[in-house]
T-cell receptor, first 117, second 109 residues
């Protein structure tokens, strides 16, 4: 199956700093990538949909100025958590929609555990 | 929006069968997925149903009834490594996936 690389896998930062998370599709082109957030023992919540070359579409309640998403190429999308605060501590996961014949599936990155002190 | 319900926890014995039910109410439906997720890891794809009926893949099978808004994931010949969270997810026409809260399956020897 298709491979999605996400890094860093774990980051600890001070409150007020910004953190960038990268998501790369290694062996396929992903026109659409999705960013999810997961709090402990809860399900994945979609934050935004990222389309290559256009602005991301954010879900209701997600601050677009706080969670900056850039999808500059068909293989790379980045999520930047700006001015992070302890309540932003969570598990962030990207996923990419592959092209045919795997277009029915979403492939997930390995996730980034963000801890804001 | 999507409303997806699945049990919180299930426990079964090694070698047994477990069935995880999922009911959903959606504003748009374009497929139902099951994912397995181990703690601290990303979900991995298990199965996909878009038409009514049963899809079998090795020890795992998934069933869908669109008219009832119902699906189940059947795990046969349970192994200890099957202890994980199982996520039911519904896809809308924009390829967005909405996830249920997940069912934690514990397999005991």
């Amino acid at each position: 199956g298709a491979v999605v690389s996400q890094h860093p896998s774990r980051v600890i930062c001070k409150s007020g700093t910004s953190v960038k998370i990268e998501c790369r599709s290694l062996d396929f082109q992903a026109t659409t990538m999705f960013w999810y957030r997961q709090f402990p023992k809860q399900s994945l919540m979609l934050m935004a949909t990222s389309n290559e070359g256009s602005k991301a579409t954010y879900e209701q309640g997600v601050e677009k100025d706080k969670f900056l998403i850039n999808h500059a190429s068909l293989t790379l999308s980045t999520l930047t958590v700006t001015s992070a605060h302890p309540e932003d501590s969570s598990f962030y996961i990207c996923s990419a929609r592959a092209l045919a014949p795997d277009s029915e599936k979403l492939f997930f990155g390995s996730g980034t555990q963000l801890s804001v002190l | 929006g999507q409303n997806i319900d699945q049990p919180t926890e299930m426990t079964a014995t090694e070698g047994a069968i477990v069935q995880i039910n999922c009911t959903y109410q959606t504003s748009g439906f374009n497929g139902l997925f099951w994912y397995q997720q181990h703690a601290g890891e990303a979900p991995t794809f298990l199965s996909y149903n878009v038409l009514d009926g049963l899809e079998e893949k090795g020890r795992f099978s998934s069933f869908l009834s669109r008219s009832k808004g119902y699906s189940y994931l059947l795990l046969k010949e349970l192994q200890m490594k099957d202890s994980a969270s199982y996520l039911c997810a519904v896809r809308d026409g924009d390829y967005k996936l909405s996830f249920g809260a997940g069912t934690t399956v514990t397999v005991r020897a």
